[in-house]
C-alpha cells in the first residue's frame, strides 16, 4: 500500500495577481517584443517579469536577490508557468533579464505595456497626471564620476533629499498616470539631480504627444514645478492642454491671493469656492481660479493661531525696546516709529504721543526759571490686533489658484478643472506605494546602474498590475451589485487590492499523493469564491 504524502503550497492573492497580469497580456506581450533565444534561456523575460511581479507584490519584504527563497513554498507552475520551479528565479536568470529589459529600452517598452492595458479594461486616458519622486540607492555606482552625454544610463547621485543626508545616493522616478484608475502610462528613470522643471520639459517634448496618439491624453496634471517659462513654451509647441497650480511665490499670484475678498467669491464644488481670472504669463493666455478652500482652512488654522501669537510677542517686545529709547529730536523719534510700523504684521499702534524729558545737570530738583541742560524724547502709546486681521490671513492661507490653458468653459468646466486637479494625489498615492517597506525595494539594491533602471520599470509594472485589478475589482462589484467585507465587517464596493489581498492571506493550495495525485484549495470562503466567479473564469481557475 502506497503512503500518502501532503505539500502545502502558500496561494494567497498571488492568483489574483497572476490572473490579472494574464489578462493584460503582458507576459505574452514582452516574449514577443523582445528577441531570445530560449534555447540558452530556462525562463522566457516574461516569465521572469511575472515572477518579480509576483514577489513584488507579495508583500513579504524580499530583495530582488531572495526571490527564490519568496517562491520557495509557492505554486510557481500555476502562478508562472508549467515547468517553472522556484530554483529558476534565481538572481543570476532575473539579473539578466533585467539586462534584457534595459537593452530594449524600458521607457519605450512600458510605454507599450501600460497602452495595452488601457485598452483592455476600457480605459480612455483623457487625463494625465505627471510627477516624480526620488528613491534611495545602495550600493556603488557612478556617483563619483561626472555623467556622461549620451550614454543613455541615469546618474546615480548623492544627496537624498527627503532624508538630509548628504552620503546616500538617489535615482528619481518620473511617472504620468491615467484618472480613472491611476494607472500609469509613462515611466521614466532620471538621474538623482534632475530638477522637475527639466524633466517636465523634455516629457512633454518627447512623449506626451505618443500619449495623445495612442493613449487620447487631452489634459496633462502637474503641480507647481511645471509652472515655468520653458513647460509652458513646450505644451504650446505640442499643442498640449494643461492644468497646474501657480507658484505661490509668482508676484501675479501673490497679488491675486492677498486682495482675495471671500464673500465675493462664487461656489464651485461643496467646501470650495473660487474667483475666475483671465491672466497672460510666458505670452500664454491663461485661465486661473482662485480658489478658497474650508478644508484647506479648518487645517491651517490651529497654525495660523501660533504664528500670530508668536509674531505678536516679538513685535510687542520690539516696542518695548523703543519706548526705552531715548532721540535727540522730536523727528527722530517719528522716524523710529514709523520704521517700527512697517515692519508690523500683526499688531498696530494706536494712541501714539512723544514725550520730551529734560535733563539737568545737577541733582535735585530744578527751580522753575531753570534751564535744562539737554532734552530726550521718548515714544508711547497702545498696541492693537486688528479683529479681522486673522480671518484676513486664514483666508489668504485656505487659498490657492489653478491655471489652465483651455479657456474654453464648455470644453472644461471651472468644477472639472479642481476635480482635475484633486486627482493629483493618485499619482503621490502611487510613490507611496512604491515606497511601502513591503513592497520589492524600498532601497534599491544591484550591481548595475542599467539594473537599476529596468527594476524601476518592474516596479511600475507592479503598480500598474495592483492599479488595474483594484479597478477591475471595483467596477465587476458595481457592475454586479455584489460587496465584500470592509475592515469593519461592512459590505462595500469599494475595497482597495490590499484589503482584498488581506482577505485571501490564508488560502493555501495542498497536493495530496496517494497512488494519484490530488489538489485541494484551503480556506477559500463562500465570499471569495464569489468574488473569483465575478471576475471570471481564469481567476477561478487558478484558484481550483
Known sequence: MSETAYQSETLEHLGLVAGMFDELGIGELVDALIPQD?????????????????????????????????????????????????EHLNDDALGKALDTLYACGATELYRVIAAQAARRLGLQAKVGHLDTTSFHVDGRYNSSAPPEEGAGVIHITKGYSRDHRAELNQVILELITEHQASLPLLMRPLSGNTSDKAAFEHTITAHVGQLQVEQGLEVLVTDSAGFTAACLQAY???????????????????????????????????????????????????????VYSEQARQRVAKTVTRELWKRSEEERQAFEQLGRQRFNCQEDAEAALASYQQSLRVLEVHEVSVTAHKHYAHAGRPSKDAVPDALSYHLSGVLAAPVNRRAHLLTRRACFILASNELDEAVLSDAEVLAAYKGQAKVERGF???????????????????????LLMVMTVCLLVYAALEYRIRQTLHHHQQSVSDQKGQP????????????????????????VVQTLIVNLDQELKRLLELLGSSYVALYS
Open 492 to 515: 462595500t464596493r469599494r475595497p482597495t487590492a490590499r484589503w482584498v489581498f488581506e482577505l485571501f492571506l490564508d488560502v493555501h493550495l495542498v497536493t495530496i499523493t496517494a497512488g
Open 432 to 454: 507611496r506605494f512604491l515606497k511601502d517597506p513591503m513592497f520589492l525595494a524600498s532601497t534599491l539594491y544591484l550591481k548595475r546602474v542599467e539594473r537599476i533602471m529596468a
Open 236 to 290: 504650446a509647441a505640442n499643442g498640449v492642454k494643461w492644468i497646474m497650480s501657480v507658484p505661490s511665490t509668482l508676484k501675479r499670484a501673490k497679488e491675486r491671493v492677498a486682495a482675495v475678498d471671500r464673500s465675493r467669491m462664487q461656489p464651485l464644488t461643496e467646501g470650495y469656492w473660487y474667483l475666475p481670472v483671465r491672466e497672460r504669463y510666458a505670452g500664454i493666455p491663461q485661465r486661473w481660479l482662485v
Open 38 to 86: 530560449l534555447a540558452q534561456r530556462t525562463l522566457s523575460v516574461g516569465q521572469a517579469l511575472t515572477a518579480m511581479v509576483l514577489n513584488g507584490l507579495g508583500f513579504a519584504n524580499r530583495r530582488l536577490y531572495l526571490t527564490s527563497h519568496f517562491f520557495q513554498h509557492k505554486p510557481t507552475e500555476r502562478l508562472i508557468a508549467p515547468g517553472v520551479k522556484p
